[in-house]
């Protein structure tokens, strides 16, 4: 069975500082790896995916994932805060021809 | 505009009742989805449809019912039967069934509270 694990509840950082929200993943073959970050009461939105290629993905906002297979993670980051990146972030997985997999998220708090 | 759209935002529904939350997408996206969101435990996916007239339960089904008349619309009824309907339902929508590279696309959710 697939699963994805996001190890922090809650990540503090300070504005200007840079971010790391952690994902792990646990799959059968090759998945298609995504980042959605969601605001409070609202929908999630979609930042950036892996699906094949370069282990380094850039997307929305600044925020890029480092896939790492070996690892099994794909980690996002950023390299300088802002306190408008305070939200919820989940990692998804999904393999091929398979449901998606969300994990349980992980809150960004930054601090001004 | 395009987008999903989700009403209402908010719905109370006292203890018995069946309520149906609407989805409608402009997006022409085949797929769509429900999901059911709780305090730490992320989404948990009810229902999916990757076509009209056919969809398939998700992990969390019992309790929930789906149409897909249309390909712009997939109501989620909560029916009496769900023994815990209080949470935040999320409507996602993606493009090309079967292209499991797809991002989803969400609605803003609907906020259940039962009475």
């Known amino acids: 069975a697939q699963s994805v694990a996001q190890p922090e509840d809650q990540v503090n950082v300070a504005e200007g500082n840079p971010l790391t929200v952690k994902c792990t993943y646990s799959?059968?073959?090759?998945?298609?790896l995504f980042w959605y970050v969601q605001y409070p009461n609202r929908g999630l939105q979609f930042l950036l995916k892996?699906?094949?290629?370069?282990?380094l993905v850039k997307g929305s906002y600044g925020f890029e994932a480092e896939f790492n297979k070996s690892q099994t993670s794909f980690h996002l980051k950023k390299p300088s805060a802002l306190v408008s990146d305070s939200a919820l972030y989940f990692c998804?997985?999904?393999?091929?021809?398979?449901?998606?997999?969300f994990g349980t998220g992980t809150k960004l708090q930054v601090i001004p | 505009d395009g987008g999903i759209t989700q009403s209402p935002k908010y719905l109370f529904r006292k203890e018995g009742q069946n309520v149906t939350l609407s989805c409608e997408q402009n997006?022409?996206?085949?797929?769509m989805y429900w999901y059911r969101q709780d305090p730490g435990q992320g989404l948990r996916l009810i229902y999916y449809s990757q076509i009209v007239n056919d969809f398939q339960k998700g992990d969390i089904a019992e309790g929930y019912s789906v149409s897909r008349e249309k390909k712009e619309s997939f109501p989620l009824t909560v029916t009496s039967a769900q023994k815990n309907p209080t949470a935040f339902y999320l409507c996602?929508?993606?493009?090309?069934?079967?292209?499991?590279?797809?991002?989803?696309?969400f609605g803003p959710g609907t906020r259940l509270t039962v009475l």
């Open positions: 799959v059968s073959g090759n998945p298609y």
């Open positions: 892996y699906i094949t290629g370069d282990n």
């Open positions: 997006l022409n996206h085949d797929a």
């Open positions: 996602a929508s993606s493009p090309i069934a079967g292209s499991s590279y797809n991002e989803q696309f």
């Open positions: 998804a997985v999904r393999p091929r021809d398979q449901k998606v997999t």
